[in-house]
């Protein structure tokens, strides 16, 4: 890509920085604020609202993938259900919001279904809790963020966000992923 | 460089604040068409979260009001320290000493940017310029901000404008002049 | 000590929220109407400090003290105005001011998407959030005499 002579280091030449930069909270809830009022005024809707924020967090999410994969397992994949699903409650988490999610739950009544509760989410923090708890969870960009980055590594899923013990984010996998991983197990 | 400040702010991983905003421009490009308009709507984000910034800043510094330009430029070179982790330096004064430019080489915003060849009028850092605007302005400091300098059109630094227009008046109680 | 209730303005002078705690006696106007007149006395005192003040004014007016209470005053430099009236055993009220301004009002305000700056407040987390705050305080706490 010629650009008028200038010599320009495009980014693909420079090495991936360690991903160690930090930026203030309130910069990025400030930010998110402003994602939120964006997509609040593209919305006739809530759940016209909470698809653009699930969406743009899957952005989000797809990027990321490579950007943790190659940085710190040199693009190793997890083959294992539960293994990324515990990759995504800890070391993912924490490279993302400095702490690991609160807890990781299996469904009682459904075997494809997981539960992954964070008592207050970094994008939830400055807003009043609903108290008929109907209305917008802006965690919904988040819960969009894992849904990427589980459909991505190969694990189908559909991730929604809910009010349940401060945020509760149902993971829903495809039938075929659960079976496709109690068949591995087999061997 | 990310070392916390003296100020001890909660921080967040700056990817997540890279990506977050990439993600919004991209969104608007396709919503706006108009890579101008992105510029405004960028500026406009900046000022509403400029006018909250301020808030934050002030209360965390308990810092009384500029005894002039000079002290502002100080004020503001902090602010970015505190909120993107980065330290630009102060130059360029104009001879009137009523405009002067920070300059970045690094900035959390464009890490992991390139922008297409079809988006080079795209002011993405337009951002910063609505937050000096929109903080000073709650400080009672018209200023104007502008984008002069741009690494992702290939410039070695990231170079921010900054001049001062007026300083504003308090508003008097209704019902009273 | 007592605390007696909290005002807060926002730079246009916007009634933003009040509170009361232990007030006991009512001024009889509206809240709008005592509100407007809150601010323009604050307004005018304010001034009238500055223009008369015989040296250099610095921060300007900071509280004023009656037999029974004190009013204490603190505006930030984005012409934020929070009012505090104590009895007139209260010590270190501007500190928790600035404390309010930071802890509570900054926090659950400013960082807030769903609140307008230059609208009256009614964020619940705010409302919670700053009644435990003045509740904890040493200020609150210490038993009056």
Known sequence: MSLGGRNRLSILDKPLSKGKGEVSLSCFALLFSEVVQYCQNKSTTLPDLQNRLHELGRRVGVKLIDLYFVRERNGKRETKLLNILLYVKSTFWKALFGKEADKLEHSNDDENTYYLMEKEPVV???????????????????????????????????????????TTYMIKFEESVVGRDSQTDER | MSRSTRFDTKKVNSELVTLTYGTLVAQMVKDLENPDDVSKQLDRIGYNMGIRLIEDYLSKTGSGRCLDLKDTADKIQTAFRMYLGVQPNVVNWSPAGDEFSFSLDSNPLTELVELPDDLKQLKYCNIICGAIRGALEMVQLDVQSWVVQDQLKGDPNTEIRVKFIRRLEDAMPAGED | ?????????????????????????????????????????????????????????????????????????????????????????????????????????????????????????????????LDAYVKQSSVFLTKSM
Not at chain 3, 34 to 39: D, F, I, R
Request: aromatic share 14%.
């Open chain 3, 1 to 129: 000590m007592t605390v007696h209730n909290i005002y807060i303005f926002d730079r246009m002078g916007t009634l933003l929220y009040y509170q009361d705690w232990n007030r006991l006696k009512n001024s009889g106007m509206t809240k709008e109407e005592e509100a407007k007149l809150m601010y323009g006395m604050l307004f005018s005192l304010k001034s009238f400090v500055n223009k008369i003040s015989p040296t250099d004014p610095k921060e300007g007016f900071l509280y004023y003290k009656t037999s029974k209470y004190t009013l204490h005053f603190l505006e930030t430099p984005s012409g934020l105005k929070f009012v505090l009236n104590t009895d007139n055993h209260s010590q270190g009220v501007r500190d928790f001011l600035q404390q309010i301004y930071k802890e509570i009002f900054v926090e659950y305000v400013v960082k807030n998407p769903l609140c307008n700056l230059n609208e009256p407040i009614q964020s619940e987390l705010f409302k919670t959030k």
């Open chain 1, 124 to 166: 939830n923090r400055f807003i009043s809790i609903p108290r008929d708890k109907s209305s917008l969870n802006c965690a919904v960009f988040i819960a969009g963020i894992i849904e990427a980055v589980l459909v991505g590594t190969g694990f189908p899923a559909k991730v929604t966000a809910h009010w349940h013990k401060g």
